[in-house]
């Protein structure tokens, strides 16, 4: 098991968080922070919340799989060094694994829906997760060669695909 004290140097004094791999200063959010964040997003966007939140995601994707490139070039590496950190994070359960069109990402206990007072169909914050995975996806195998598509999201798992084109 991973110890959060392995991934993050925490400074209470100073009120600081460092990722250790790569340097950074990072930060927490709760679970029930982050539904009222979406639940306000929503109540002011709409279903514009769940195209905002994509974007985010896919951004935020991108961002951390270039960090991880920089350090490890090998794919098998990389993927199981992001399934591990959003673990470490509070993510949920995240397994990544290969299929034959392309990947499956399964998140047990997913922290963007388990938490969420929201009981509407469609889970909103798992349009943050279809991001993250589309910016991972890009960047590993270019705009256009992929196709994210999410096969179930609710309060016990959530599941993707992300199906490659050619």
Known sequence: MVDIE???DIDDKEG???NKRFGQR????GANEWNSLIEKLHGTFSSGAAVILYDIGKS?????????????????????????????AGWGKVGITRTEKGFAVRIQRCVFCSAS???????IGCF???GVIAGFAELLFG???????EIHCGKDCCEFVVILSG
Do not use: M, P
């Open 6 to 8: 392995e991934q993050y």
């Open 16 to 18: 600081i968080i460092v």
């Open 26 to 29: 990072s930060f927490f959010l």
């Open 60 to 88: 935020y994707g991108a961002s951390s799989l270039e960090q991880e490139k920089a350090i490890d070039a090998d794919l098998q590496l990389t993927i199981d060094l992001l399934s591990r950190e959003s673990r470490v």
């Open 117 to 123: 007072g929201n009981h509407r169909e469609i889970q």
């Open 128 to 130: 943050f997760v279809k």
């Open 143 to 149: 705009s256009g060669h992929f196709n994210v598509e």
